[in-house]
């Protein structure tokens, strides 16, 4: 009952985005002006709150560490292995294999198994450092437009993106988040980010469900990407076995770690990339992959429930 609490939500939205777009209930450029709401100016917001809040500590850095080189190695994978995996995908599919979206699946299952604190929340900051700070920088620079290294060099650090980072950051650092949750502004602060961010996991489901479409001539090309995916994390679980066997000795942290590699590409991936994107069959490539790598999730989940609860 817990997972169908958690996935329900995530399925309807993904449905009521899909019936839109066959309904005509919702233009494209009505689609992508939403998106241009989340990216540009409720993503930083949310980015600014994350790392303005994190915890962070010197005895989980080797872990956040080691999860931020396995998200960075994963894209450089996938550039390598394009033959395989399409090479008509291959100028976005790399992005596809890194990050996992923690907030809206992995952390709300993995409470329903443990029940108490997450410690997927450690793994989410390294795809927060991959997603909001090395893809942009990594998009910005594969652009087909040749820019001068100057005028790239502005726009990487204008972006709203690293702009929240480099605020949420110094709003850490120097104590003023403790300070302001500790006051008498803690409802007001914790109002203005809950109203101004409450939207986006929806809208992103959405735009997801909107723009999901098999396209069985790129199926196979999909399945394999998939299975790249599955294959590559399963040696990030067993990496985890090797460098922290005192962590994994911890039944909650082992859960955690075998949950977590198995969810799918963050939601907002395809909107990190939009700017590789070639066409709409880009974005239907890179929706329905999301979707349907939830299917593994499920298994996954499934079977952690049967072996831990």
Not at 110 to 115: A, D, E, K, R
Request: glycine fraction near 8%; charged fraction near 10%.
């Amino acid at each position: 009952m817990a997972a169908l609490t958690t996935l329900a939500p995530v399925f309807f939205m993904l449905g009521l985005g899909y019936l839109s777009r066959l309904k005509g209930w919702i233009s494209p450029d009505q689609k992508a002006g939403a998106n241009t709401l989340v990216f540009t100016v409720l993503f930083p917001i949310l980015i600014f709150n994350l790392l303005g809040s994190a915890q962070l500590q010197l005895e989980t850095a080797a872990v956040v560490a080691y999860v931020t080189l396995a998200f960075f190695l994963a894209i450089i994978l996938g550039r390598k292995l394009t033959g395989f995996t399409g090479k008509g995908q291959g100028h976005f599919s790399p992005y596809l294999l890194s990050t996992v979206e923690g907030g809206a699946v992995a952390l709300p299952l993995y409470l329903s198994i443990v029940g108490q604190s997450s410690n997927t929340v450690i793994f989410d900051l390294a795809g927060s450092i991959i997603a909001f700070l090395i893809i942009p920088i990594l998009v910005a620079g594969a652009s087909e437009e040749k820019k001068p290294k100057a005028q790239l060099a502005k726009e990487v650090i204008s972006h709203p993106f690293v702009v929240a980072i480099l605020l949420g950051l110094l709003f850490n650092f120097t104590g003023l988040y403790a300070w302001v949750i500790q006051s008498s502004l803690a409802p007001l602060y914790s109002g203005i980010i809950n109203t101004a961010t409450g939207p986006i996991l929806g809208t992103i489901l959405f735009v997801l469900g909107y723009d999901f479409k098999v396209d069985f001539q790129t199926l196979k090309a999909m399945l394999r990407l998939m299975s790249v995916r599955l294959v590559y994390y399963g040696l990030v679980i067993l990496g985890f076995f090797l460098f922290f066997p005192t962590y994994m000795a911890n039944q909650n942290f082992l859960i955690a770690v075998l949950l977590y590699f198995m969810c799918p590409t963050g939601f907002a991936m395809p909107l990190l990339i939009d700017e590789t994107f070639k066409g709409e069959e880009d974005r239907a490539y890179a929706a329905t992959f999301i979707s349907l790598y939830m299917l593994v999730t499920i298994v996954v989940y499934t079977a952690l429930v049967f072996i831990f609860v």
